[in-house]
Nanobody
Framework: QVQLVESGGGSVQAGGSLRLSCAASGSDYRGRCLAWFRQAPGKEREGVVNVGSGKETLYADSVKGRFRVFQDDRKNTLDLQMNNLNLEDTAMYFC?????????????????????WGQGTQVIVSS
């Protein structure tokens, strides 16, 4: 089982930065791919970044060069540093763990490949 808890959301002006954190726990979260997703009102959930157990990464085109993920194995956290935020980044952000265990890196940003989800943390970007 895997438990995921997000934190760090809030309100920020366009051009600003936020850092989200996902605390992972449970008997078998290690060895799974982790990811950040987001969902804006009225839109489908979309992948932001996928991280393999070997620290491989896959970023969505919309965030490349602005967002960066940090995984701390000692703290069991997966942080998302978001810079140069724009209005389109406003969304609920979710941390997720892949259903595959154990498995090779699956560079997927499809929500259907993830079976464990946190409750989400809200990010609001204003002009």
């Amino acid at each position: 089982q895997v438990q995921l808890v997000e934190s760090g959301g809030g309100s920020v002006q366009a051009g600003g930065s936020l850092r989200l954190s996902c605390a992972a726990s449970g008997s078998d979260y290690r060895g799974r791919c982790l990811a950040w997703f987001r969902q804006a009102p009225g839109k489908e959930r979309e992948g932001v970044v996928n991280v393999g157990s070997g620290k491989e990464t896959l970023y969505a085109d919309s965030v490349k060069g602005r967002f960066r993920v940090f995984q701390d194995d000692r703290k069991n956290t997966l942080d998302l540093q978001m810079n140069n935020l724009n209005l389109e980044d406003t969304a609920m952000y979710f941390c997720a763990a892949d259903t595959n265990f154990p498995g090779n890196w699956r560079p997927s940003l499809s929500p259907s490949d993830y079976g464990y989800w946190g409750q989400g943390t809200q990010v609001i970007v204003s002009s």
